[in-house]
């Protein structure tokens, strides 16, 4: 019995006929597209780290921040001026001058920056400072969202629902991608699954990093800070998901001497831990290069 709604992997070239691998046979069967993010190039070889604070809550400490991800060799800086939180109580980040903090940021730093937007009404303005677009998990089935960011024209970074299928997460990258912008980046981020809560925060889903450069060429990165919830398995969890075959991580870093991060402080790590995740995922793609040098 097939029931409505339920998706497999061969129906995907009628869910997503323009970013299925099935669909455009140029891609062959390992090709991955390039995105490029200001001179920072994703997929086709490259190994992106994106790093930064979970919020923009200050010049301070986004400064601060900055400088430790520049010093630690990571490519691009991320950060949230506009956060999605459980409660509307909590903290909601700082909005525009988020915005123009991570400005001063890149201006001091060079690292592109990729920061979220969650509402429609504001993707004119967020695409004015960022130079990619984060769809955050929660947003990922926002098809008004997903359409309006696909016509901003920047490179847009779409993170997996957090109960998302492979197929609807590649249903909503290809809203993106029928506005005529096919420069997506997917992000793995951790799902729901038992007993998440009880050691971590979500469960890391690696399997599906193999099943996303399978079925599709846009390239995948992984988020193992939301993912793991535990600064502790940032490290374990970033070089697994590189085993794995991602294209590069985002990774939360805090800067403790300037205070706690007022979101996420428990899967926050420091500069130090940072320059060594670094340090492996571009030795790894070293040893890529060298490999494929040696098979050609
Ligand atoms: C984030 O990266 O800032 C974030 C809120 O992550 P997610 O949407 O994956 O929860
Ligand atoms: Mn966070």
């Given at each position: 019995m097939k029931i409505s709604g339920q998706l497999t992997v061969n129906d995907l070239p009628r869910v997503c006929p323009l970013l299925c691998r099935q669909t455009n046979p140029r891609y062959g069967e390992d090709q991955t597209r390039a995105v490029e993010v200001r001179g920072v190039r994703f997929g086709n070889g490259s190994t992106v780290v994106i790093a930064g604070p979970c919020a923009v809550e200050s010049h301070e400490q986004t400064l601060a921040v900055a400088r430790a991800v520049r010093r630690a060799g990571g490519d691009m800086l991320r950060g949230g001026a506009y956060k999605p939180r459980t409660s509307p109580h909590d903290f909601q980040g700082t909005g525009v001058e988020g915005l123009c903090i991570l400005r001063i940021a890149r201006e001091e730093t060079g690292l592109p920056i990729v920061t979220e937007v969650m509402d429609t009404r504001l993707v004119e303005q967020v695409a004015d400072y960022a130079d990619m677009l984060q769809i955050g998990s929660r947003n990922m089935q926002n098809y008004p969202l997903l359409a309006e960011v696909g016509r901003a024209g920047k490179p847009v970074l779409l993170k997996r629902g957090m109960a998302a299928s492979l197929g609807e997460w590649l249903g909503a990258a290809e809203y993106v991608a029928k506005q005529g912008n096919l420069d997506i980046v997917l992000c793995e981020r951790g799902i729901k699954a038992?007993?998440?809560?009880?050691?971590?925060?979500?469960?890391?889903?690696?399997?599906v990093i193999p099943a996303v450069l399978a079925n599709t060429f846009l390239p995948v990165i992984v988020d193992p800070s939301h993912a793991t919830g535990v600064a502790s398995m940032v490290e374990p969890a970033s070089r697994a998901a590189l085993e794995f075959g991602s294209h590069g991580l985002i990774i939360e870093v805090a800067d403790f001497a300037t205070g706690r991060p007022r979101c996420d402080p428990d899967q926050a790590i420091n500069g130090e831990t940072l320059a060594r995740i670094v340090k492996f995922a571009h030795h790894r793609h070293e040893r890529l290069l060298v490999e494929q040098h040696a098979a050609a």
């Open positions: 038992f007993p998440a809560g009880e050691y971590s925060r979500y469960v890391l889903d690696l399997n």
